[in-house]
C-alpha cells in the first residue's frame, strides 16, 4: 500500500518542475491527484500519464479557484492534499532599486495571493472531512539574505511561511495541517532560465550550497509526499526545509579533493 492510498490531491502549478515530480510521487503513492496549471499541453499529458484529472485554472482568480476545488469534490468526493506549489520568478523582479511596481504586484499575485485563495476555497472541503494536509511551496529565500535579489519573490515567499504558520495554529485541533515547503536551489526549468540568462549569477549560487549542487524535483517531491501523508500527523505550522544546507551555512566546504575551484572565490 502506498503511503497515500485513498487520499484527493489538488497540486497546482504541477505542469513542470516540482509540481510535474510531486503529481508522480503522490499518484505513485496511491493518490487520485488533480493537477492544476495554465499549461493545457502539458498538464493534459500528465493527467493522463498518472490516471488523474487535469484542470486548467488561474490560480490568481478566486472564481477559478473555487471552481477546481468544487471540481474536484464533485469528481471524487472530498479533498484531503492541497499542495498550493504555482510560482513565477520573472527576470525583471530583481533589486528594489529597478523593480517597477506592476513587477511587484504580479508577482506577489501568483506566489501569494494565489496561496491564500487555494486555502480559502481548499480548507472548507477539509473541514468537512474533518482532517486535510496542506503544502504551501515557500523558499529558502524566505530565511536567509541574497545579494542577488529577488525583491518581490523573496517577500512573496515570506508571506507564504507566516500565513502557513497562521493556519496551521489556527486549524490544529480541527484536523488540518499546514506547513510550508522551503526548496533551495532546484534544478527546475526557472532555474535552468536563470543559467541560461546569467550564468554568473547562477554560478553565485552553487557557491554556497554546502552539498554542492542543485536538488532535484523528485527530492522536493519526496518531501511534499512526506508532508501529505500520515506519517506527518504531528507536524503543522512548520517549515519544512529541503535546500542541501543552504540556511544553515557560513563558510562553505571545500571540495572532496582540497583545491580551490573558481566558486570558491566568488
Request: aromatic share 8%; net charge negative; with cysteine.
Amino acid at each position: 500500500m502506498g503511503r497515500l492510498d485513498g487520499k484527493v490531491a489538488v497540486i497546482t502549478g504541477a505542469a513542470s518542475g516540482i509540481g510535474r515530480a510531486s503529481a508522480r510521487k503522490f499518484a505513485a503513492e496511491g493518490a487520485r491527484v488533480v493537477v492544476v496549471d495554465i499549461s493545457a499541453d502539458e498538464g493534459v499529458k500528465l493527467a493522463e500519464e498518472i490516471d488523474g484529472l487535469f484542470i486548467a485554472a488561474d490560480v490568481t482568480d478566486p472564481p477559478s479557484v473555487a471552481a477546481m476545488y468544487a471540481t474536484t469534490v464533485e469528481r471524487f468526493g472530498g479533498l484531503d492534499v492541497c499542495f498550493n506549489n504555482a510560482g513565477i520568478s520573472p527576470p525583471e523582479d530583481d533589486s528594489i532599486l529597478t523593480t517597477g511596481l506592476e513587477a511587484w504586484r504580479k508577482v506577489q499575485d501568483v506566489n501569494l495571493t494565489s496561496v491564500y485563495l487555494c486555502c480559502k476555497y481548499a480548507i472548507p472541503y477539509m473541514l468537512e472531512r474533518g482532517r486535510g494536509s496542506v503544502i504551501n511551496t515557500a523558499s529558502f529565500v524566505a530565511l536567509v539574505g541574497a545579494a542577488t535579489s529577488q525583491i518581490s519573490y523573496t517577500a512573496s515567499k515570506g508571506g507564504v511561511l507566516a500565513m502557513s504558520r497562521e493556519l496551521g495554529v489556527e486549524f490544529a485541533r480541527r484536523g488540518i495541517r499546514v506547513n510550508s515547503l522551503c526548496p533551495g536551489p532546484v534544478n527546475t526549468p526557472l532555474l535552468q532560465e536563470l543559467f541560461a540568462k546569467d550564468p554568473e549569477r547562477a554560478e553565485r549560487r552553487l557557491v554556497h550550497v554546502p552539498m554542492g549542487r542543485f536538488g532535484e524535483p523528485e527530492e522536493i517531491a519526496a518531501a511534499a509526499a512526506f508532508l501529505a501523508s500520515d506519517e506527518a500527523s504531528f507536524i503543522t505550522a512548520t517549515s519544512f526545509i529541503v535546500d542541501g544546507g543552504v540556511h544553515a551555512a557560513y563558510v562553505t566546504p571545500l571540495w572532496p579533493d582540497g583545491g580551490v575551484t573558481a566558486r570558491e572565490t566568488l
